[in-house]
């Protein structure tokens, strides 16, 4: 199952854990990353809480927890080597997997159509 958030980001459920990243859109409007800044697997986040820091050479953005749960992973890939999230975003440029609370929060989020109108 693949969801959309308004904050740009890309929920994808398997099971019970979530990857999440954000979306094409986004890393298209913040142009080159340089710098990530991720959660640390065992960190609690709560629905809005912020997860992860990015910075590009235009600015600087927060990346938000879609969902409340526990971080069971993060992409030390992109902390290395941001620039992979500019070319692979809803690949290899995932951010974290978090393992839900509530798997039915994923009910609040958009699906791919809502979101391609909310950018559209």
């Known amino acids: 199952m693949l969801k ?44 809005g809480s912020t997860a992860a820091t990015i910075e590009s050479v235009k600015a600087a953005s927060e990346v938000y927890a879609p969902v409340n749960g526990e971080i069971v992973e993060a992409n030390d890939a992109i ?16 951010f974290f997997k978090i393992k839900l609370s509530d798997p039915s929060e994923m009910d609040g989020l958009m699906d791919e159509a809502a979101y391609n109108e909310l950018v559209g």
């Open 4 to 47: 959309f958030t308004e904050d740009h980001e890309w929920v994808k459920l398997e099971g019970d854990v979530a990857t999440v990243g954000i979306t094409a859109h986004a890393a298209e409007q913040l142009g080159d990353l340089v710098f990530v800044e991720l959660p640390e697997a065992g960190t609690t986040l709560e629905t």
């Open 79 to 94: 902390v290395d080597d941001p620039s992979i999230v500019n070319s692979d975003p809803g690949g290899e440029g995932w």
